[in-house]
C-alpha cells in the first residue's frame, strides 16, 4: 500500500512538539469533529503526519509516522470517537508558518487551509514534499 500523508493540528499550550519529542510518541485523542474523525479512521500504519501549531503560533514545526491505527478514543465518554497513536520522525529545521502556506502555489488549497477548524486534514504526496522543502527537512 502506498503511503498517506496527513497534517493535524494541535494548540502548542494544549501539547507542544516540544513535549512530543520528549514523548517520543503519543496517542492522538480527543478529537471531536466527526470528518476529523473519518479521517483519523483512514490513517493507516506508516502513514507520516505534518505536526501543526495551531493558535498563536500557526505553523508545521515536525514530522510523525502513524504507529497504531484507528481505536476507540479512551478519553471519549460518550459516542464513536476515535484516536490513533504517533511517533516520532523528524523536527523541521525550519518551522513553515501559515502565511507561507497560502502564499505557496503548491500549498494554498490545503484542506488545512480552506477548513481552519478541522484538525485532522489529508494531503497529497507534493504537497507533503512542499513542505518538508520548505521545512529544510530530509526523511531519508
Request: charge should be positive.
Amino acid at each position: 500500500m502506498q503511503t498517506q500523508y496527513w497534517l493535524v493540528k494541535q494548540e502548542p499550550q494544549a501539547y507542544s512538539w516540544s513535549r512530543f519529542v520528549h514523548e517520543g510518541g503519543t496517542a492522538w485523542t480527543g478529537v471531536r469533529n466527526f470528518q476529523a474523525r473519518n479521517n483519523l479512521r483512514a490513517m493507516r500504519v506508516g502513514d507520516l503526519v505534518l505536526f501543526y501549531h495551531s493558535a498563536n503560533e500557526k505553523q508545521v514545526v515536525g514530522v510523525a509516522r502513524v504507529a497504531r491505527a484507528a481505536y476507540p478514543d479512551p478519553t471519549a465518554s460518550d459516542g464513536d470517537w476515535s484516536c490513533v497513536d504517533l511517533a516520532l520522525v523528524a523536527a523541521l529545521k525550519k518551522p513553515v508558518p501559515l502565511g507561507t502556506i497560502k502564499s505557496d502555489k503548491v500549498l494554498a488549497g490545503v484542506p488545512a487551509v480552506k477548513q481552519t477548524r478541522l484538525s485532522v486534514t489529508p494531503l497529497g504526496p507534493n504537497e507533503f514534499k512542499r513542505f518538508l522543502e520548505l521545512g529544510e527537512a530530509s526523511l531519508s
